[in-house]
T-cell receptor
Framework: GAVVSQHPSRVICKSGTSVKIECRSL??????MFWYRQFPKQSLMLMAT?????????EQGVEKDKFLINHASLTLSTLTVTSAHPEDSSFYIC????????????FGNGTRLTVT | AQTVTQSQPEMSVQEAETVTLSCTYD???????LFWYKQPPSRQMILVIR??????QNATENRFSVNFQKAAKSFSLKISDSQLGDTAMYFC???????????FGKGTRLHILP
């Protein structure tokens, strides 16, 4: 079945540095990918919709300059957390839909970001 | 705007028992999809079951079934013969037809006790 690969699964960085997270659809083309953030014991909060070849659409309250999204191809979207701070520490999950054969969102395995 | 409400933050049941997780939603849309996702400790999101709003028949997947009440905007999940591996966080989710964006409820943490 369709698979979404997310990398890295875990990253630790220092305050002020930037971190890039990749999300790939392995066997289907994804014109749209989604980025979620999940705090401990909480639900998934949609951060932004990543559109291939165009700018991402951010949800209200999400800083677009802090969370840079690039969807350069039909199989890859990246989320860059710029100038990371400890409050950015969280679990980030990407997802994509295979529109070729309707299927609900397929999720990556997530990235646990820790900013020290 | 659509909202999804799960009123049970946490539940515990004995292995082999049946458990029902509640979910209500609010929307003005007529065509949409509803889902239950499972998130075990690994944090991987796993689709449990989905329901198309235009279908009156309740979806069933092995031990998992739903009670979809469109007029009441209710979408509960029943797990029969619960197993230890069912221990996880369960999220109810809504998606408008033609839109890939999914709205999640806050989740219900389910513990299956041996």
């Amino acid at each position: 079945g369709a698979v979404v690969s997310q990398h890295p699964s875990r990253v630790i960085c220092k305050s002020g540095t930037s971190v890039k997270i990749e999300c790939r659809s392995l066997d289907f083309q994804a014109t749209t990918m989604f980025w979620y953030r999940q705090f401990p014991k909480q639900s998934l909060m949609l951060m932004a919709t990543s559109n291939e070849g165009s700018k991402a659409t951010y949800e209200q309250g999400v800083e677009k300059d802090k969370f840079l999204i690039n969807h350069a191809s039909l199989t890859l979207s990246t989320l860059t957390v710029t100038s990371a701070h400890p409050e950015d520490s969280s679990f980030y999950i990407c997802s994509a839909t295979d529109r070729g054969a309707f299927s609900p969102l397929h999720f990556g395995n997530g990235t646990r970001l820790t900013v020290t | 705007a659509q909202t999804v409400t799960q009123s049970q933050p946490e539940m515990s049941v004995q292995e082999a028992e049946t458990v029902t997780l509640s979910c209500t939603y609010d929307t003005s849309e007529n065509n949409y999809y509803l889902f239950w996702y499972k998130q075990p400790p690994s944090r991987q999101m796993i689709l449990v079951i989905r329901q198309e709003a235009y279908k009156q028949q309740n979806a069933t997947e092995n031990r998992f079934s739903v009670n979809f009440q469109k007029a009441a905007k209710s979408f509960s999940l029943k797990i029969s013969d619960s197993q230890l591996g069912d221990t996880a966080m369960y999220f109810c989710a809504f998606m408008k037809q033609g839109d890939d964006k999914i709205i999640f409820g806050k989740g219900t943490r389910l513990h299956i006790l041996p």
